[in-house]
């Protein structure tokens, strides 16, 4: 672990230096790079401190620390271009942002990836599926592991496919 805490920062002020040397205007208030040893549905994060003004926290998934330095910088930038000014989310400006890199380094960031496509395994659940939600139409599946307010009021919803009436099974 201690190698990928290390790793990791090194990447995350390789990344940080590009960014600087393209004109792209980051944030200079970032706290230290966190791993975050519970994230197992996103790679990384970024936040803003509440309470601090405007200091961000990254945050990179212990899941990546079996990725390649590569899929690890692609995720490290794409939260470095949420701390650029009206870029917390993934609107136009951010979206310019990631094309101008994507085309120039030939990076792959984009708003969401999957374990897929870093070529990593997704790890093992906790948590099971407790309910199956179906489409009475068209046979699409919806799965819950927690009692939601579509599996208690399956009736009140319907298929976002087709418009179809849903059951539990």
């Known amino acids: 672990m201690e190698l990928f805490i290390k790793r990791a920062m090194d990447i995350f002020e390789t990344c940080q230096r590009l960014l600087l ?28 401190h509440p309470g601090t003004g405007e200091v961000f926290q990254i945050e990179i998934s212990k899941v990546m620390e079996s990725a ?16 650029c000014p009206g870029c917390m989310n ?6 310019g942002y990631a094309n101008y890199l994507n085309e120039k ?9 999957s374990y897929s496509e870093f070529g990593l395994e997704k ?3 906790r948590e099971q599926i407790h309910y199956r939600i179906v489409c009475k139409s068209c046979g699409m599946e919806i799965e819950r592991k927690r009692r939601s307010k579509l ?13 179809g009436k849903l059951e539990i099974r």
């Open 123 to 125: 790890p093992e659940s």
């Open 90 to 95: 993934h609107g136009e400006r951010w979206k």
């Open 21 to 48: 040397e393209e004109s792209i205007p980051i944030s200079k208030n970032l706290a230290p790079l966190q791993i975050n040893h519970r994230a197992k549905s996103r790679f990384g994060c970024c936040k803003k």
């Open 151 to 163: 599996v208690k009021n399956v009736k009140r919803y319907r298929c976002g496919k087709c418009g």
């Open 105 to 113: 380094y030939g990076y792959r960031i984009k708003t969401s990836s």
């Open 68 to 83: 390649a330095d590569r899929e690890i910088e692609e995720v490290l930038l794409h939260e470095l271009l949420h701390t």
